[in-house]
């Protein structure tokens, strides 16, 4: 599916020069050890308003997700990251029927010729 030509625009140049070395990079709050999504403005916890980066394991769990109609489908999801935050992502590798709530999922990175990478979930296999 493609999904456009993605920017950096300054505030999310960690996210994506994380993703440019294969790292999935949110933000995190030092003082509460709390991990927030990419977008977090500050700290909901403590106030802590310059919320510092942080590697993420890149293993979640399927919320939510949608089927687009096209050929062939694209799954758009919701997911929960192990450290607590809520994303939305692609979904690739995942086959409808196999689709569940807390089906484990792994990050994984796509590289397009233009643009910044970015991230995608695929059905956890060990």
């Known amino acids: 599916m493609e999904i456009g030509v993605l920017r950096r625009d300054g505030r999310?140049?960690?996210f994506f020069d994380g993703t440019a070395s294969d790292r999935l990079v949110i933000k995190r709050c030092e003082a509460c050890d709390r991990w927030f999504a990419p977008d977090a403005a500050g700290c909901p916890e403590c106030g802590e308003e310059d919320?510092?980066?942080?590697?993420?394991?890149?293993?979640?769990?399927?919320?939510t997700w949608t089927v687009l109609p096209k050929d062939?489908?694209?799954?758009?999801?919701?997911?929960e990251?192990?450290?607590?935050?809520?994303?939305?992502?692609r979904l690739d590798g995942?086959?409808?029927?196999?689709?569940?709530?807390?089906?484990?999922?792994?990050?994984?990175?796509?590289?397009?010729?233009?643009?910044?990478s970015y991230i995608l979930f695929r059905p956890w296999t060990e």
Not at 81 to 89: C, R, S
């Open 12 to 14: 999310t140049d960690p």
């Open 51 to 63: 919320l510092g980066w942080a590697q993420a394991s890149g293993a979640a769990t399927l919320v």
């Open 72 to 79: 062939p489908p694209a799954f758009l999801a919701l997911v």
């Open 81 to 89: 990251l192990a450290e607590g935050p809520w994303l939305h992502a």
């Open 94 to 116: 995942a086959a409808r029927a196999d689709l569940r709530e807390g089906l484990p999922l792994g990050v994984a990175f796509e590289h397009p010729d233009e643009g910044e």
